[in-house]
């Protein structure tokens, strides 16, 4: 369906411009003189002028104007052109991503546009942080966590911890609860 339809377009588009351009062309040869011998006036008057059979150029029917021509000529090229254009499907060349980034400090969320390639060198989904950004609410220069691919919440992985393990403080945090009560 889509090569028929790219295929009248073109042939559309051919015939318009032939046909703009042929009338444009023997308006200007009737404007300098060519049948005649004495050039005309002005050229608009060569295109508004109605034509005889008994004329040099009489373009087929009785009272013909050439501006019709080239009207006719510029409306079938358009249609061509359209119908040419919207049969060619234009792929994007870097498939673009909408991100919702979360600032560390305020928690504020905002969206940034990303390219998909770039979202998966990043290490995305396995890391989940971008590089250095700056906050437009804070204005600090932080890490942003990514809460949001293309409108669809990040789901965090489950960790496998369970029971009393999952309730133990880890690192500073087991040293500070020691000195507290110690």
């Given amino acids: ?35 005649t011998g004495t050039p005309k006036g002005d050229f608009l008057s060569v295109l508004l002028e109605p034509r005889s059979s008994s004329e040099p150029i009489s373009l087929g029917m009785e009272g013909m104007m050439i501006i019709y021509y080239v009207v006719g000529g510029l409306v079938i090229a358009v249609i061509g052109g359209v119908l040419s254009a919207t049969a060619m499907k234009m792929a994007p060349i870097v498939e673009e991503v909408m991100i919702t980034l979360m600032c560390s400090s305020c928690k504020k969320t905002w969206e940034e546009s990303v390219s998909k390639t770039t979202l998966e060198s990043m290490g995305y989904p ?18 942003p966590r990514i809460v949001a691919v293309g409108g669809e919440p ?15 403080p880890t690192g500073r945090r087991r040293a500070k609860k020691a000195k507290r009560q110690g």
């Fill in 154 to 168: 990040v789901r965090e992985p489950v960790k496998g911890v369970v029971g009393e393990e999952a309730k133990k």
């Fill in 1 to 35: 369906m889509e090569k028929k339809k790219l295929s009248a377009g073109l042939v559309l588009l051919i015939i318009g411009l032939i046909s703009l351009f042929g009338s444009l062309t023997l308006a200007y040869l009737d404007y300098v003189g060519t049948w």
């Fill in 126 to 143: 396995r890391v989940r942080t971008l590089s250095r950004r700056r906050c437009p609410r804070c204005g600090r220069f932080t890490r």
